[in-house]
């Protein structure tokens, strides 16, 4: 089959997306089909970084474009940045032959309209693999208001890309109940996770032992944030749990990646004098293992309206590792279900956003027992090799009816099933 994957982050950019859809190519180029990659010719979190024009790469033909660089410092400037990207795909396309099925992502939000527009012009079909859902975000965020011009002309778009859908891929219940309330058929969702990367993140000791003396984090207590920063994932509940640990030299907290609120939690702890934490930019993927190895006790944060609407996937990464987590975020939520589904064998400890108190109280109980942990057996349902073919399954049609989960259980519970509370019972049990 001839595929096209639209995404403006592929690799070697860094961020989740980059990888997953990476991951995803190379599987499906080492199958059999011809899959062609349009993504950005800079780097997602990092403009002035440049990547070729054309390559293949693990027998995938990757075709980057060009566009404007104004950065993520305001919101008229990540617009134009979008806009020139999704225009630049365009005229891109145009000289592609036509694909079997062209695989849309959400990076830029709503590149699912080029797509839809492109069936059955240049694409006989579209997988929507939907990684976030907007203008829903946007709204959430208070980006845009809920019904202004700009909301519903978004909204009617994305409307479009879904109807236009042969299927659309959904990372968990809540996003597909939320897809679907959409007035889309439910017949038309799969929901799949994420995955971890099996093959790049395992427990590594001596990359710990080597990261954390690089960067001078030995003989501490290491609480980790891994990830995106963004409103999505608001970190104020940390920052201020770095504060008041402050005075407890073995506690550092640890902020590694990017995004568009990086500079301002930044000058926040600069102005608060807190010097037991430390950012790092996103790392390769070849030393993720040691950044992620190198914590004690994993932060996993979602803000209170995005449940259904973003997908912390980092979840699974962690998990690999079998290293504690700490999630801070409502409940019910994709997380709570995952955690749920590891209490067993993985303690974790959920907190609400604004509670201090229950944060600094997991970080004084996790440390005294996390010295010398060892990685968990395995991620089963999440793994590369249970989730990835599924979606290629899905994408060939071949498949149209699959959910991972790690606790089957929970697949028909009803929103509310649990929250919480639950979480922090079971850790003070354990």
């Known amino acids: 089959m001839r595929i096209l994957i639209l995404n403006q982050a592929f690799y070697p950019d860094v961020v989740s997306t980059a990888q997953h859809a990476a991951d995803l190519a190379a599987f499906m180029a080492a199958g059999g089909d011809q899959v062609t990659v349009i993504a950005s010719a800079r780097g997602y979190d990092d403009p002035a970084r440049r990547f070729a024009a054309r390559e293949v790469w693990r027998g995938v033909r990757v075709l980057r474009v060009r566009g404007t660089a104004f950065g993520k410092a305001a919101r008229w400037r990540r617009a134009l940045d979008f806009a020139t990207f999704m225009m630049a795909c365009v005229a891109k396309i145009a000289f592609l032959p036509r694909q079997d099925v062209v695989v849309a992502l959400t990076s830029p939000p709503l590149i699912s309209f080029i797509a839809a527009l492109l069936v059955p012009w240049k694409a006989r079909s579209l997988v929507f693999w939907c990684m976030d859902l907007n203008p829903d975000e946007a709204v959430a965020a208070g980006w845009l208001k809920a019904n202004s011009f700009a909301a519903r002309t978004l909204n009617r778009m994305l409307g479009f890309s879904l109807r236009r859908a042969r299927v659309i891929v959904a990372l968990d219940r809540f996003m597909a109940q939320r897809i679907e309330s959409k007035g889309i058929a439910a017949a038309k969702i799969v929901t799949l996770p994420p995955w971890s990367h099996d093959k790049d993140v ?197 498949y149209t009816a699959v959910t991972p989960i790690i606790n089957p259980d929970l697949r028909n519970a009803p929103v509310g099933a649990h929250d919480e509370r639950e979480l922090a019972a079971t850790a003070e049990n354990r």
Not at 263 to 279: C, D, E, H, V, Y
């Open 202 to 398: 395992i427990f590594d000791r001596e990359g710990r032992e080597q990261f954390r003396k690089q960067h001078g984090l030995e003989g501490k207590f290491v609480v980790m944030y891994s990830g995106n920063h963004s409103p999505c994932h608001p970190l104020d509940t940390l920052i201020n749990a770095a504060a008041e640990l402050h005075g407890d030299e073995s506690v550092h907290f640890c902020f590694v990646g990017g995004g568009s609120q990086m500079q301002a939690i930044k000058r926040s702890a600069a102005a608060r004098g807190l010097t037991n934490i430390t950012f790092l930019p996103y790392q390769a993927r070849e030393r993720l293992s040691a950044s992620l190895s190198s914590a004690d006790f994993h932060a996993v944060v979602m803000g209170e309206a995005f449940v259904g609407i973003v997908h912390p996937c980092k979840i699974y990464n962690v998990l690999r590792l079998g290293c504690p987590v700490l999630y801070v975020g409502p409940s019910p939520s994709h997380v709570t279900e995952i955690l749920h589904g590891y209490e067993s064998s993985v303690p974790s400890y959920a907190c609400r956003h604004g509670d201090v108190g229950a944060v600094v109280s997991a970080v004084q109980r996790v440390r005294g027992c996390a010295k010398d942990r060892l990685p968990s057996p395995g991620l089963s349902g999440f793994s590369y090799e249970s989730v990835v073919p599924a979606l290629a399954r899905v994408i060939r049609g071949q």
